[in-house]
């Protein structure tokens, strides 16, 4: 699996991947636990990945199903442990763009873009200690362009996206995909700064 | 204020999504269940081993020899030849139909697998010496897999 220019996020999302590629290597020699922790490890990236395609909760909940489903049929089509992540991600961003495309059409009103806009419910004290901070990054998202919001994620959580299949899936050319990153990030920088939400250091 | 990172970024963007739209908590043990009753199902048959060689000892203390496993139609022929502290395997697969062969050594999961040919044949390179089981998946998902009993190189 290699991507056009790709990203590799580090900290945590690296030690996803590993375990994601452990768990299969042990699930293919027999432990049912290694599959446990395959799902375990990728069931939140391909929940990030299948939410920016702007579907429901329930929808999204049915394409990562159907994702796994795929993936303990066509195992056997998975030679190389380590792109076990990749092979999962561009299954569900297919099987995500296809139910897409069949709601799209009956669902005009777009709820998930009004909803980023809306306080979401937090427990008392996260809200204590998250507002400040929490608040000013959210802000900070959300002042990019729908696209960017869009394509920002997916590169957050993927390991190397395919920019083929992401170039189609956002109907841009598949030669802009990198500059319009690049513009993406330059403009969540410059959100950041707006909102002053790097001032405690954090993310410095 | 220093200039943050692309990946410093990409790490806020996730820290913002994980928060505003977090994984609904029931997810990950619904998708083991699920994943695990699908999994059930592909749990491998064993074949038996119908026939072994004798070893033959070549040149340079490299050994070889062969080994003959079956499964109901499916014939799986192997010659393994021990080479220093490394072997191969050639296998062929009777009849020939496309499938996955992966090497399982000893309790150290690896990637070595192979797709068969269409004349049946495979080969796995550079496996480390020791205990060894083959699993073999067939690509038409309708059939299970299958697979060796354990055997030592």
Redesign the interface.
């Known amino acids: 699996m290699t991507g056009i220019g790709a990203?590799r996020?580090?900290?945590?999302?690296d030690e996803v991947w590993q375990r994601a590629t452990d768990g299969f290597?042990?699930?293919?020699?027999?432990?049912?636990s290694?599959?446990?922790d395959l799902?375990?490890a990728m069931?939140?990236v391909l929940?990030?990945v299948v939410?920016s395609y702007r579907l429901s909760?329930s929808a999204a909940?049915d394409v990562?199903?159907t994702t796994?489903?795929a993936?303990?049929?066509?195992?056997?089509?998975i030679?190389?442990?380590?792109a076990v992540g990749g092979w999962l991600t561009t299954t569900a961003r297919r099987e995500a763009w296809r139910v897409a495309q069949a709601t799209s059409a009956v669902a005009p009103a777009d709820d998930d873009d009004l909803?980023?806009l809306l306080p979401?419910q937090r427990s008392a004290e996260d809200a204590v200690v998250?507002r400040d901070e929490?608040d000013r990054?959210?802000a900070?998202?959300d002042r990019l362009p729908e696209r960017c919001r869009r394509l920002?994620?997916i590169?957050?959580?993927e390991n190397r996206p395919d920019y083929r299949e992401l170039a189609a899936d956002l109907d841009m050319p598949v030669g802009s995909i990198g500059p319009t990153r690049g513009r993406c990030?330059a403009k969540?920088?410059v959100a950041?700064?707006q909102a002053g939400a790097?001032?405690t250091?954090e993310?410095? | 204020m220093s200039e943050l990172s692309r990946e410093a970024l990409l790490g806020i963007v996730r820290d913002v999504w994980e928060r505003r739209d977090p994984v609904p908590a029931h997810l990950v043990a619904a998708m083991q269940a699920t994943a695990a009753m699908a999994g059930s199902d592909v749990d491998a048959e064993l074949m038996e081993l119908v026939e072994r060689s004798t070893e033959l000892v070549g040149a340079r203390g490299s050994t070889a020899y062969t080994l003959r496993f079956v499964h109901e139609d499916t014939d799986l022929l192997l010659r393994v030849a021990v080479d220093g502290d490394r072997s191969r395997v050639d296998g062929w697969v009777v009849p020939a139909e496309p499938m996955t062969v992966r090497a399982l050594p000893g309790e150290l999961p690896a990637p070595y697998a192979a797709v068969v040919t269409e004349s049946g044949r495979f080969e796995l390179t550079d496996l480390p010496l020791g205990l060894l089981r083959l699993r073999l998946e067939p690509h038409d998902t309708t059939r299970p897999a299958f697979a060796t009993p354990t055997f030592e190189i």
């Not at chain 1, 290597?25 to 049912?32: I, L």
């Open positions: 990203v996020p580090v900290g945590p999302a290597n042990r699930w293919v020699a027999g432990e049912p290694g599959l446990d799902v375990a069931t939140p929940w990030h939410r909760e909940e990562i199903q796994w489903l993936l303990v049929r066509r195992r056997a089509a030679l190389d442990a380590k909803a980023p979401r998250q929490g990054l959210w900070a998202v920002l994620r590169v957050a959580f990030l969540l920088r950041l700064v790097t001032e250091g993310y410095r």
